[in-house]
């Protein structure tokens, strides 16, 4: 990414805004729409994110009008101050847009971990309390780093502590964003150990929560840019890729309605292309973990309803799709078990006996005349 061009940062920047927008605005289109059900603590958080990483671009923006991102010297000393006291605001949009994605993914976790699993509900709530931490740690550090004196940070006197150039405040900001990310892709890995689920389930469930990889990729390759190029612009582009990115992995999850409801429109033959390829996206995003498809509500053995042997039971509302079904995190007997349940529709039609043999037909299948059949 050497030799990038302010305009090219810039139009760069605001592309990949977009897409993450797309994502964004097709998440809420299926909670509030397809789903039609409330936002969740973790659209909240998604969407605060997008928030500031707008904040984020309009500062860059802002930056590049003023002559920024360019070989040129600004000689202007009103200029540079102003150049200075956005940059030191961007720092804010920047901090609060990498954050909030881990408190969106966080929130889904607590949803998603029972209340049967108390040392891995530890575990959340130990890498929460960091994840918080770190980020009022991360805001503080860009605010105070230079002292109580904070506007010596767009002070044009040779020598002046500048924040945004501290290779020390660097390196403190990415390690806990590093080891935050690290810590939120494999705090629910534990949950698999329990699981009873074909291999092809497990696949599909390690790689929905695996996306986490590409936000980490995307960090370290952010972090190697400013180390080895010192490449400015390209840092402008890789900050941006890695705030996206983020919002993107943590928006892929809630897309499975789309995934099947495109399937049922490609083609009405099963065994079509269109329903073939949606049915393996499915099955590696979605179809996870469900290790009982023929539990239901209620038990036929015994004639009890399933709740009295669960202890706890999280629906994921985060991964509903737009038929009604279900997929349920509970633990029965001490083992964490995920369900499917499936909403049945049937239809019925009347049956009118024509003739003797009509007659003797439903004589002997006990339906009688003008009775009713039901057929799914």
Avoid at 150 to 156: G, M, Y
Avoid at 284 to 304: F, H, I
Avoid at 345 to 365: G, L, M, P
């Amino acid at each position: 990414m050497g030799g990038l061009k302010g305009s090219s940062v810039i139009a760069t920047e605001w592309s990949l805004l977009g897409i993450a927008y797309c994502f964004v605005a097709t998440r809420m289109a299926v909670r509030l729409f397809n789903q039609q059900k409330a936002l969740l603590v973790s659209d909240v958080f998604l969407l605060l994110s997008s928030v500031f990483a707008l904040g984020l671009v309009i500062t860059d923006t802002m930056i590049y009008k003023l002559g920024g991102l360019s070989d040129k010297d600004i000689e202007d000393p009103s200029t540079l101050i102003r150049m200075g006291k956005i940059a030191f605001a961007g720092n804010y949009f920047y901090d609060t847009a990498i954050y909030f994605p881990k408190f969106s993914i966080l929130a889904l976790y607590v949803r998603l971990i029972p209340q049967t699993m108390p040392r891995l509900r530890l575990a959340l709530w130990i890498v929460i309390a960091f994840v918080v931490i770190s980020c009022l740690t991360t805001c503080l550090a860009d605010t105070f780093w230079c002292g109580s004196h904070v506007a010596s940070n767009w002070s044009l006197e040779e020598g002046a502590c500048n924040a945004f150039e501290s290779a020390h405040l660097f390196h403190l900001d990415w390690s806990l964003n590093f080891i935050s990310d690290v810590f939120i892709f494999a705090l629910p890995f534990p949950l698999f150990r329990n699981l009873t689920l074909a291999r092809r389930q497990l696949y599909g469930l390690i790689f929905t929560f695996a996306l986490g990889l590409i936000t980490i990729a995307v960090n370290v390759a952010r972090f190697a840019t400013i180390i080895l190029t010192k490449n400015f612009n390209a840092i402008y582009v890789w900050s941006m890729a890695e705030m996206t990115t983020s919002i993107m992995v943590v928006c892929l999850p809630a897309l499975r309605p789309l995934l099947r409801r495109t399937g049922e429109f490609s083609s009405t033959d099963p065994k079509s292309s269109g329903n073939v390829i949606t049915r393996t996206i499915n099955s590696a995003l979605s179809r996870t973990g469900l290790s009982q498809l023929g539990s239901s509500r209620v038990d036929n053995r015994n004639g009890t309803r399933r709740g009295n042997n669960v202890d706890r039971m999280e629906r994921l509302s985060d991964v509903d799709d737009d038929g009604g079904s279900q997929v349920e995190l509970t633990t029965q007997t001490k083992a964490p078990v995920i369900y499917k349940s499936q909403d049945v529709s049937v239809q019925s039609s009347r049956i009118d006996a024509s003739n003797s043999h009509d007659k003797d037909v439903e004589r002997q299948t006990g339906l009688g005349n003008n009775s009713t059949a039901w057929h799914e």
